[in-house]
């Protein structure tokens, strides 16, 4: 069963490239989850890692900087490697762009990964990538390891109009899900409640509602008990976290 209560802050693989940060900076990034954040990365600039070949834009970290949990987006130059480390509490990974790689096989575009607690690898990639990674949000040793070719799934009508969906993770016991939405041109799903909260990120097209648009690699977090109301003109296709608060540090 995936436990969301309590849990000690593990120490991290101090070179990991999603979690490590310079010693200076600061130790929460949109760290506050009562309220919403609208992030849009085409914005922000690239920072390095410690290895010099993986580039990172964070859109939420808290904690230590070399054990921080941290949703990012993430670039692979060609030929970037990392030895072998393992995941406290998880990793997701949708690999937005070229091939990821480790010791278990190559993992184009479109790929989802959901790497539990105890699972190792040596990430690499030989041409370079591009992806859009979480750490540190999975706690439970019973999660699931998932590697999903979401190019190959097909879509599934869902209850609202001119909403398609490809469900990527969901398991007894824990609280969040995540799959990949896409909404047709002129799609109106009306207004969206959150109980337990929610997380977006753009993967093509746009959407907008009342207070602004999100284009690809825009990310909105919406905090529990939060709404809004989404309307896309040229459609759009969205990754979609629901119910993960539980498991998210604040500051």
Partial sequence: MCNPGN???????AWHPCSMVAMSAANSINGDLSVRVAMHTDTMEWTASPSGTVWRKRLHLVGPPESGQVTSVVRYEP??????????EGEEILVLEGVFSDEHGDW???????????????????????????????????????????????????????VDVKPLYAQDGCRDSTCIERWQAGADPGALEFANGAEYFVLDGEFEDAEGTYARGSWLRIPPGGSFAPTTQSGCEVYVKRGGFPYLRGT
């Fill in 79 to 88: 030929n970037a490697t990392f030895p072998s480390h393992g995941h406290p």
């Fill in 7 to 13: 849990y000690s802050l593990p120490v991290a693989d």
């Fill in 108 to 162: 184009p575009a479109g790929t989802y990964l959901l790497n539990p607690e105890g699972f190792r690898h040596a990430p690499f990639s030989r041409h370079g990538c591009t992806l859009f990674v979480k750490l540190r949000q999975f706690p439970g040793t019973n999660r699931e390891h998932h590697v999903i070719a979401t190019h190959a799934l097909s879509w599934q009508s869902s209850e609202r109009d001119g």
